[in-house]
T-cell receptor, first 114, second 113 residues
């Protein structure tokens, strides 16, 4: 079955530690996205990529980094510079860069501070 | 900048009844698209319905329909014959030519017996 796989489902970070959230898709989608979801708030865009080896900052990119070395993969690193990383992180992908195509989402990763 | 506002944090409806969730938005683009996503307790985001701004006809998907008022920048979701499985957070979202999706803060819908 085609879809988006996020791992791990739960992740814990120690102070000063970088952690990486995985996102893999086998839908042959061009564009991929990372969102952060906090209680009482909607999803906020962290980074997005429309093509391999290219990505753009979203609305809350500070303290995060990404790479897009393969079409199927778009890992997100939460660095120690992100002082409040506890949140639910969702990865999404879309078949093209035209806006009429909906984004498809993974099941998310919950990140907590130890 | 584009914004999406959902003014109803929580709503409740009885099974088999109809409920309408409100959404207003603001964008400077002339060509844009609107979506409603559903997030059940499992936290998975599921597309419910979408609307192209250039289409005057309101989108419909089975029990789900929208009331799109372009001049008023309003995009409400109507759920008919509500079912227990409709219990979820509902997010209104907007995207323009920049490929970025902007979400509202969500409406928590509880369907009761």
């Amino acid at each position: 079955d085609g879809g988006i796989t996020q791992s791990p489902k739960y992740l814990f970070r120690k102070e000063g530690q970088n952690v990486t959230l995985s996102c893999e898709q086998n839908l042959n989608h061009d564009a991929m996205y990372w969102y952060r979801q906090d209680p009482g708030q909607g999803l906020r865009l962290i980074y997005y990529s429309q093509i391999v080896n290219d990505f753009q900052k979203g609305d809350i990119a500070e303290g995060y980094s990404v790479s897009r070395e393969k079409k199927e993969s778009f890992p997100l690193t939460v660095t120690s510079a992100q002082k409040n990383p506890t949140a639910f992180y969702l990865c999404a992908s879309r078949i093209g860069v035209t806006s009429n195509q909906p984004q498809h989402f993974g099941d998310g990763t919950r990140l907590s501070i130890l | 900048a584009q914004t999406v506002t959902q003014s109803q944090p929580e709503m409740s409806v009885q099974e088999a009844e109809t409920v309408t969730l409100s959404c207003t938005y603001d964008t400077s683009e002339s060509n844009y698209y609107l979506f409603w996503y559903k997030q059940p307790p499992s936290r998975q985001m599921i597309l419910v319905i979408r609307q192209e701004a250039y289409k005057q006809q309101n989108a419909t998907e089975n029990r789900f329909s929208v009331n799109f008022q372009k001049a008023a920048k309003s995009f409400s979701l109507k759920i008919s014959d509500s079912q227990l499985g409709d219990t979820a957070m509902y997010f209104c979202a907007l995207t323009g030519t920049a490929s970025k999706l902007t979400f509202g803060t969500g409406t928590r819908l509880q369907v009761t017996l």
